[in-house]
């Protein structure tokens, strides 16, 4: 699924169990925010996760990883909560000083123990801001585009992922269209790794 704000992964995620009754799902979030805030002012796009991990559905926190998370954007009781949930985070700095490959395949195995199907979300503002101009929130300490590359290409080929959303791009904002092409980056490599796995093809 791509566009929209983030208040569209709630809904599609309700959706995607509906569509598979009696599987356990595990989640992925590659994002600069938690987005487990609050309901005072309804849902939106940022009480997405909360919205998940309240709502009644077929998922456990500890199968709920939140991988890029960076800035000064994100409040410590947001993050005492995701890990009250037994939410794994995994951050920006963590993936700079481990490298993604490592820590893709931990959010894989994480996301995928004990579940049947895997629900990938990806917030174009978990980049840093020269690589994703038109979105409302990034800031320098994002991932690099080949992180983010790097971690689609792993979950194209994850049998288990079966689900993928885009989103927070922003075209009003965007400068040549550098961030709409990053976006259609993301999505052929997440691609590129499904014809890969479907194809029984080496990595």
């Not at 929130?137 to 993928?164: F, H, I, N, Y």
Request: hydrophobic share 40%; glycine share 10%.
């Amino acid at each position: 699924m791509m566009g929209g704000d983030h208040s569209v992964t709630a809904p599609a995620f309700r959706g995607f169990c509906a569509a598979n009754p009696g599987t356990r799902v595990g989640l992925i979030n590659i994002d600069a925010h938690l987005d487990v805030r609050n309901f005072e002012h309804g849902p939106h796009n940022g009480t997405p996760f909360r919205a998940i991990l309240t709502g009644d559905l077929p998922i456990s926190g500890k199968n709920v990883v939140e991988l890029g998370i960076h800035g000064f954007m994100n409040s410590a009781s947001y993050m005492r909560w995701a890990r009250e949930q037994g939410v794994t985070v995994i951050t920006a700095r963590e993936v700079q000083q481990r490298g993604m490959a490592d820590c893709i395949a931990d959010t894989l195995r994480i996301a995928g123990d004990g579940t049947d199907l895997i629900y990938l979300s990806v917030d174009i503002d978990c980049l840093a801001y020269p690589f994703a101009i038109g979105t409302a929130a990034t800031s320098p300490e994002g991932l690099s585009a080949w992180q983010l590359l790097e971690a689609l290409w792993s979950c194209g080929r994850d049998p288990k992922v079966q689900a993928m959303d885009l989103v927070e791009i922003d075209p009003s904002r965007d400068v040549k269209d550098l961030t709409s092409r990053t976006g259609c980056s993301v999505i052929l490599t997440f691609l590129a790794g499904l014809a890969r796995r479907l194809s029984g093809a080496p990595a």
